[in-house]
């Protein structure tokens, strides 16, 4: 039967090379922000600290009451092959294990070591790390960043300071440590690896909390029958993050799935390398984030001594980077059970069969809830089906056997097998209740054998073999559920990452022609603070991204000329920093026609300006042409802590405040995601053929997200905001305009 990974070491044999060929895979594969080559550093070689030869235990004791008694027993019963140093001068020897008074007196530098020791003394330690060449070391020592005061956070700051200097990496602190099945290397002190140690498996897991990560995930896991190659409890994540234990789990041979339990991500950009990576790899990436109501964030910051970000940003993030999110931690473990497998989808199109109509109700329900498709069977499939169970009659999708199937031998396999040939299905849930060892047999061997993916839902038992259970086939390697809700969700995590690997390659964004960032540039003032509309639509259109007709009148002749040149109805609005919001002034005239109506309207919009701030910097009045019978839309740029930029779209003028209909990219963006994106939305029916109203015109607006989204990424670092609302977006073949944009730039960054 189809097995997991056999669990051998990858990297104990290549510990001490430089491991070259490790870091040129990552730099020549790797993308950054902009779709460039990451750099050498973005994820260190791990290799010594997840596989030392030699790893040394300060605060190691008998003591199991204490921390580092329970970390040096765990060591030692995990059965690491290496050799172990025990460090405290006060016992000549810890668990039978010769001790040795300081790091200074070991007989070979270690590669990795654990400090249990009271916050004030962890400084020293780690200098005596760096003094021994130490390249790895776990800090379990609580009192430091994660207690948010100040001075705890200059102290974790400094030692992480201090580590770089000297060429130490750390995990921690205020952390748990770490497993490794594959090396049988464990420096943690977890209970939930009591007893005989479990088989290396295909899974990796990486989280800040040893709790949730090493019992709610890992322990829960194994319970039901999976394999872990690597789990990594990092607390704090002072210095070594989430992004570089999942690198080394991703690029390892021994892992398929990396889970990751994040209660902060504080460098989107490092993630959004590591996305790139998973994706080359075809290994997914599942994650449980925390923090997505006010509370939770809350919670999570005072857990670790970080801030969240906008949770609804991290969900369309995620969503475009391939990074599969997920609401609880069984559902990481659940989702790797068929991940795993590695049997990619091409649609969302699935069957389910059973003898239990129920179960098929219940199933058919949450599966459209997730956005899984049940077509008709084919023909052929109908014929085939009706030979093998004469009076089935016809079958719907998904297929109830009824009492056709029921004592027939193998008859439920051969159904199963008959729909899954299909080719209009995907993806097949074979529904078990209680069933016969032969018949449960059968199942899992059509699971074997299939190219297409198969996710068995065993609600009952074996009738006449209590040795075969739905543990013992996970153990084999086959996704078995226990109820229809954890299956579908895992069945829809496989058709989303499909869809991504699917057209990854395809949706690396590509800088369009036509965008002069240094002429942008040139026009950016040096000093922070607000551009007027007319300021901003000059920098804007530098991407190529177009206002309405429109002219800046320094007095009324030049107004006069620019309203008949127009030859229509227009918006005159005072154009000036420090006045953004020209309504709230009465500032800005509307429907405008007329050259008596043009002085009246310049006289009053100046004076409503002076009026409203006498001593605004008043550029002119923008004479514009009115736009009628457009879309309206919102496209935004704004900065979010972990991702920088961030592109918001929804529907424009004052629908946004009402509806709050909108939804967010990265910077730059791809046209697809930009589609996927808008079609998205509440609204999206507005951009349609509606009644008689024609359809707006859909390719111009992605065109200018797009553009707008390379304007993010280039220049972000100056724009603190920006705005565009509304845009106008015309009938199809009529393009957008923009009618309003607004620009707040930040100081420059040295």
């Not at 959004?272 to 994706?279: D, M, N, W, Y």
Request: hydrophobic content about 45%; aromatic content about 6%; overall charge negative.
């Amino acid at each position: 039967m189809w097995k997991t990974l056999s669990g051998k070491s990858p990297v104990r044999d290549t510990i001490h090379s430089t491991n070259t060929l490790f870091a040129l895979q990552i730099i020549t594969t790797m993308h950054a922000t902009d779709g460039t080559p990451a750099t050498a550093s973005e994820f260190p070689d791990l290799a010594g600290f997840f596989a030392p030869r030699r790893v040394a235990l300060l605060g190691a004791t008998d003591d199991l009451s204490k921390f580092g008694g329970r970390c040096m027993k765990q060591l030692i019963d995990f059965g690491f092959p290496g050799e172990i140093y025990p460090i405290n001068p006060k016992r000549p020897q810890v668990m039978g294990v010769a001790c040795h008074p300081s790091l200074a007196d070991t007989p070979h530098p270690p590669d990795h070591v654990g400090i249990v020791l009271p916050a004030h003394a962890v400084a020293g330690a780690v200098d005596d790390c760096i003094a021994r060449g130490v390249r790895f070391a776990t800090v379990f020592s609580a009192g430091f960043g994660e207690q948010g005061t100040p001075e705890a956070l200059q102290a974790q700051n400094a030692l992480v300071e201090r580590a770089r200097a000297g060429g130490l990496r750390l995990m921690g602190p205020n952390c748990n440590g770490l497993v490794n099945f594959v090396d049988q290397f464990a420096l943690t002190s977890t209970a939930s690896i009591n007893g005989p140690r479990a088989q290396a498996g295909d899974i990796g897991i990486v989280g800040q909390s040893g709790g949730a990560g090493q019992v709610n995930v890992m322990w829960r896991a194994i319970e039901m029958g999976l394999g872990i190659s690597y789990q990594v409890s990092c607390g704090n994540a002072a210095d070594l993050d989430l992004m570089d234990y999942a690198s080394f789990m991703l690029e390892s041979e021994s892992t398929r799935v990396v889970l990751m339990l994040a209660e902060r991500l504080a460098d989107g950009p490092k993630l959004r390398a590591l996305s790139h990576r998973a994706a080359q790899l075809r290994k997914p990436l599942v994650m449980v984030k925390a923090g997505r109501t006010e509370m939770g964030a809350k919670a999570a910051a005072s857990h670790t001594g970080a801030v969240t970000g906008a949770d609804a940003v991290f969900d369309k993030v995620l969503e475009q980077l391939g990074i599969l999110r997920v609401d609880d931690y069984p559902d990481l473990y659940q989702c790797a059970m068929l991940l795993r497998r590695q049997r990619w989808t091409r649609s969302a199109q699935v069957s389910a069969t059973s003898i239990s109509g129920g179960n098929l109700v219940l199933l058919a329900d949450m599966g459209a809830g997730q956005g899984l498709q049940w077509p008709e069977f084919s023909d052929t499939t109908q014929a085939q089906l009706q030979s093998q169970l004469p009076g089935f009659g016809t079958a719907t999708n998904p297929a109830d056997l009824t009492a056709a199937a029921i004592g027939q031998k193998g008859a439920f396999a051969q159904a199963a097998k008959t729909i899954l040939e299909d080719p209009a299905i995907d993806l097949m849930m074979p529904v078990l209740t209680i069933a016969s060892a032969d018949e449960v047999r059968s199942v899992a061997q059509l699971s074997e054998q299939s190219d297409k993916a198969v996710a068995i839902i065993w609600t009952g038992r074996a009738s006449d073999d209590a040795t075969i259970t739905p543990r013992s086939l996970v153990q084999q390697g086959h996704a078995v559920y226990r109820d229809a809700g954890p299956c579908v969700r895992a069945v829809s995590a496989l058709q989303r990452f499909s869809a991504f690997l699917h057209t990854y390659a395809e949706r690396v964004p590509q800088r369009p022609a036509g965008l002069d960032r240094a002429r942008a540039l040139s026009l950016l003032p040096e000093q922070p603070g607000l551009l007027s509309e007319w300021q901003a639509k000059q920098v804007l259109g530098c991407y190529g991204l177009r206002a309405t007709r429109e002219h800046l009148a320094t007095d009324i002749a030049e107004a006069q000329a620019c309203a008949r040149q127009i030859g229509a109805p227009v918006a005159m609005k005072i154009q000036s920093p420090d006045i953004p919001h020209k309504t709230e002034a009465k500032a800005l005239k509307l429907r405008v026609q007329g050259d008596a109506q043009v002085v009246q309207a310049y006289a009053e919009v100046l004076a409503n300006a002076q009026a409203y701030k006498p001593d605004a910097k008043i550029e002119g009045v923008l004479v514009q042409e009115m736009v009628e019978d457009a879309q309206e839309m919102l496209i935004g740029m704004s900065h979010d802590p972990t991702w920088g930029p961030i592109i918001t779209v929804g529907l424009g003028g004052v629908w946004v405040e009402v509806l709050k209909d909108v939804t967010f990219l990265l910077a730059p963006s791809h046209p697809d995601h930009i589609r996927t994106a808008l079609a998205g939305l509440r609204g999206y029916g507005m951009l349609q053929e509606v009644r008689g109203r024609p359809a707006r015109d859909l390719d111009a607006l992605v065109d200018f997200i797009e553009r707008f989204s390379w304007l993010a990424a280039d220049l972000g670092p100056r724009i603190e905001e920006l705005d565009v609302n509304p845009l106008a977006v015309r009938a199809q073949g009529q393009g957008v305009a923009m009618v309003d944009a607004l620009m707040l730039l930040g100081a420059p960054k040295a």
